[in-house]
């Protein structure tokens, strides 16, 4: 299957500094990536739709000036967590579709592990 | 909007035996596809089995299978021959084309030796 690369898969910053999570596909155009939110023990949340060349659209309850995402070519996609505070700390997952590809299949990254101290 | 409902949030199963998850959904769509996920200890999501609507017959994916009932948008996962390395979460997924996924709450699979 399609892979989808996603770094780094952990990272500690300060309260205060801003972190980027990088989503690629490998070997595939992402037309479509999606960002997840995952608590402990807790189903995936979706934050946002990002499509390329476009604004992403954020899901309501996430504040779109916090989480700062870029979709500017068919296989990158960023999530920057600006001014991140301990309430930040969480499990972040991407996912990447292909919608012009007959399988619908979602492909996700390994995910970052998020620690804001 | 869809809704993806898993009402067990925790199985167990004998190593060997047969167990089956349970997931219900709900969407206004016409064309959508199911989807069950597993997220091992790594949490890196792994697609086991996927079903599109239209089709009639059960997917099949060597020891996954499902029941797939539209009239009742019911849509469980059998695992048999259980494995120990089949113990992770597992979350039902609906999506219809190009758009995003609604997951379940997860069910959280244990395989007892």
């Known amino acids: 299957g399609a892979v989808v690369s996603q770094h780094p898969s952990w990272v500690i910053c300060k309260s205060g500094t801003s972190v980027k999570i990088e989503c690629r596909s490998l070997?595939?155009?992402?037309?479509?990536m999606f960002w997840y939110r995952q608590f402990p023990k807790q189903s995936l949340m979706l934050m946002a739709t990002?499509?390329?060349?476009?604004?992403?659209?954020?899901e309501q309850g996430v504040e779109k000036d916090k989480f700062l995402i870029n979709h500017a070519s068919l296989t990158l996609s960023t999530l920057t967590v600006t001014s991140a505070h301990p309430e930040d700390s969480s499990f972040y997952i991407c996912?990447?579709?292909?919608?012009?590809?007959?399988?619908?299949?979602?492909?996700f990254g390994q995910g970052t592990r998020l620690t804001v101290v | 909007a869809q809704t993806v409902t898993q009402s067990q949030p925790e199985m167990s199963v004998q190593e060997a035996e047969t167990v089956t998850l349970s997931c219900t959904y709900d969407?206004?769509?016409?064309?959508?596809?199911l989807f069950w996920y597993k997220q091992p200890p790594s949490r890196q999501m792994i697609l086991v089995i996927r079903?599109?609507?239209?089709?009639?017959q059960n997917a099949t994916e060597n020891r996954f299978s499902v029941n797939f009932q539209k009239a009742a948008k019911s849509f469980s996962l059998k695992i048999s021959d259980s494995q120990l390395g089949d113990a992770a979460m597992y979350f039902c997924?609906?999506?219809?084309?190009?758009?995003?996924?609604?997951f379940g709450t997860g069910t959280s699979l244990t395989v007892i030796p």
């Open positions: 996912s990447a579709r292909d919608y012009r590809v007959v399988s619908t299949e979602a492909f």
């Open positions: 070997d595939f155009q992402a037309t479509t």
């Open positions: 990002s499509n390329e060349g476009s604004k992403a659209t954020y």
């Open positions: 969407t206004s769509e016409s064309d959508y596809y």
């Open positions: 079903q599109e609507a239209y089709k009639q």
């Open positions: 997924a609906s999506a219809s084309k190009g758009n995003q996924f609604y």
